[in-house]
């Protein structure tokens, strides 16, 4: 019984903080539902997607030289930029 009421309130805490944070999600984009939902539901399945395929991902990721890294980085900077 104690675990169930735990959980209820755990969900309120993170529905209350997701509402706060979503309001300024939402000023940010100027108000319009469509793009803010879109983009928020984006973010999660990349960040969902990559929670899934990291053991895949982790291994040929450890095979990478440091020189290959730094012209990664090289590369982000120059194109970020």
Do not use: E, H
């Not at 104690?2 to 209350?16: D, E, H, P, R």
Request: aromatic share 12%; net charge positive.
């Amino acid at each position: 019984m104690k675990k169930g009421i735990y959980f209820v309130l755990a969900t309120a805490v993170i529905s209350g903080f997701a509402n706060f944070v979503n309001k300024f999600g939402m000023q940010a984009l100027g108000k319009d539902a469509f793009q803010y939902t879109t983009l928020k539901n984006v973010v999660v399945g990349l960040i969902l997607s990559l929670i899934v395929l990291m053991p895949f991902i982790l291994p040929r990721l450890k095979k990478i030289s440091l020189k290959d890294w730094g012209m990664l980085a090289l590369i982000g900077l120059v194109g970020g930029s």
